[in-house]
Structure formats: C-alpha cells, structure tokens
C-alpha cells in the first residue's frame, strides 16, 4: 500500500518483498543506489531490525541513505529507534500523504 502510493507520487520504489534480512535488505540498496529504505515489521523484532539496517549501511558508507519504518511499534521504543539511526517512525493509522510528504522532503523523486 505504502509501496504503491509512494509510486503514484513519482518515486522509484524496489519492493523487496516480505521476511528480508538486514543483510538482504542492505544488500539490495547498494545494488540499487536507494536514497531511503522504508521498513515495515509488524512481528516486534523492529528494535533488533532497524538499527542492523542503518548499522549495516554504516558499513557500506551508505550513510546518506535515509532510513525510516512503521508497522506495530509501541512509542515507547521509538525515541530508542532514533537514536539509534532510524531517521522516522510510523505508527498505525499514519496517513499515506503524511509519509509520501515525509519521503518528499527528504529524498527527490526520480523521474
């Protein structure tokens, strides 16, 4: 749904479907050149998994690459998600043009 708004707003979006690693997920971005990575995790591991992503993509030198999430996230933890690199969480119910304009201000669409 996200995927697919953010499409019709006219961004290039690499859907690398559902149970990636932090490794495959990464691993994708290089290859792909992203300028953000929008994760979804609805299972309660998002405190192990969004900071390996934006860890792994220290690694990589990708520190230009904006990384953000939602999915069933208490907002207790996610003062601990940004510290820990992940630039904006969404909760359930965030409207779709709240994140396109999110994703808007912090990366350019590609044409």
Do not use: N, S
């Given at each position: 749904?996200?995927?697919?708004?953010?499409?019709?707003?006219?961004?290039?979006?690499?859907?690398?479907g559902l149970h990636q690693t932090p490794e495959m997920i990464v691993n994708a971005a290089v290859q792909e050149d992203v300028d953000a990575i929008g994760l979804s995790i609805l299972s309660g591991a998002h405190n192990y998994l969004f900071p390996k992503v934006v860890e792994l993509l220290r690694e990589k030198k990708m520190r230009n690459v904006v990384v953000f999430g939602g999915g069933i996230i208490p907002d207790d933890d996610i003062p601990g998600l940004r510290k820990k690199g992940v630039d904006r969480v969404f909760t359930p119910g965030t409207p779709l043009s709240e994140i396109i304009s999110y994703v808007n201000d912090k990366v350019r669409p590609r044409a």
């Open positions: 749904m996200i995927a697919r708004a953010l499409r019709d707003a006219g961004f290039e979006v690499i859907y690398t």
